[in-house]
């Protein structure tokens, strides 16, 4: 069955730093690729997606990149800010608008 | 427009009672989907509805919970009698229908549901 893995948190990062997080999936076929976030106290929102090899997924300077030869869909921001505090999850679907497969979601603390 | 509701945002109850969970789409979204967090593990789906049908209730864990759409608006999700495992963070989510490669999924602030 398809799977996600993603690195561990919590991430401890000072403002401004460089992010990474890592993601591989495992699945059948060509799935889309998700970045979900999760603010405190509120749902889950898209971040950014790929629908394709090679396609970046860019959004509020968060970039992923579909790597199908590696499996990985690794979600970077170059400088953090204090309000990216947050709870990442990567996620896949094999068929638009179907159920979604989560990886274990990963906190992210950025501090002043 | 209103995002997706659920009710309530907290519940706790005891191991062998039942709870209803809500959900409340987005206005004219056909698709629902329920899925559950548990013990901080990853996010697993549940079940999926177009309009009042069931069209995927593969991630269902056993016969203690049930889900419903009557009308085809808001959902519920009741689990009963709850176990001590049941224990979670409970989300639902909302997407569009038509045609298209690409329907996003809105998802609620989810419902924590503790059973001591």
């Known amino acids: 069955g398809n799977s996600v893995t993603q690195m561990e948190g919590p991430v401890t990062l000072s403002e401004e730093a460089f992010l990474t997080i890592n993601c591989t999936y495992t699945?059948?076929?060509?799935?889309?690729l998700f970045w979900y976030v999760q603010y405190p106290g509120e749902g889950l929102q898209l971040l950014l997606k790929a629908t394709k090899a090679d396609d970046k997924g860019s959004n509020k300077g968060f970039e992923a990149t579909y790597r199908k030869e590696t499996t990985s869909f690794h979600l970077e921001k170059g400088s953090v800010q204090v309000s990216d505090s947050a709870v990442y999850f990567c996620?896949?679907?094999?068929?638009?608008?179907?159920?979604?497969?989560f990886g274990g979601g990963t906190r992210v603390l950025v501090k002043p | 427009e209103a995002g997706v509701t659920q009710f309530p945002s907290h519940s706790v109850i005891e191991k062998g009672q039942t709870v209803t969970l809500r959900c409340d789409p987005i206005?004219?979204?056909?698709?629902l989907y329920w899925y559950r967090r548990v013990m901080g593990k990853e996010i697993k789906f549940l079940l999926h509805f177009v309009k009042e049908s069931k069209q995927d209730e593969s991630g269902m864990p056993n016969n203690r919970f049930l889900a419903e759409r009557t009308g085809g608006t808001y959902s519920t999700l009741k689990v009963q009698p709850a176990e001590l495992e049941d224990s979670g963070v409970y989300f639902c989510?909302?997407?569009?229908?038509?045609?298209?490669?690409?329907?996003?999924?809105?998802f609620g602030p989810g419902t924590r549901l503790t059973v001591l």
């Open positions: 206005s004219g979204h056909d698709n």
């Open positions: 989510a909302s997407s569009r229908s038509g045609t298209g490669n690409f329907k996003e999924q809105f």
């Open positions: 996620a896949l679907s094999q068929a638009a608008g179907n159920k979604l497969t």
């Open positions: 699945a059948t076929g060509y799935p889309s």
